[in-house]
């Protein structure tokens, strides 16, 4: 289950290496047991949250996927 996060600036945020030119991509940070996700064009507007094991799950998945 996810849930909203709101920056306070502490965060360290990590770019997809597949991120496009156009800065049309999403962020993540770790946060010590879950993962936040965030638009990079619109931070202002917060981040998901996922448990650990969920966003594990679906990076294991979209790799999977990526090799089909």
């Known amino acids: ?13 990590f ?6 030119a156009h800065g049309e991509c999403v962020e993540v940070a770790e946060l010590g047991g879950s993962s936040a996700v965030r638009d990079t064009r619109h931070r202002e ?5 996922f ?10 998945s979209s790799q999977t ?3 089909r």
């Open 1 to 13: 289950m996810s849930a909203l996060f709101v920056d306070d600036g502490s965060v360290a945020w």
């Open 15 to 20: 770019k997809s290496s597949y991120s496009a």
């Open 45 to 49: 507007l917060g981040a998901l949250t």
């Open 51 to 60: 448990p650990g094991a969920e966003w594990r799950a679906f990076l294991k």
């Open 65 to 67: 996927n990526k090799r």
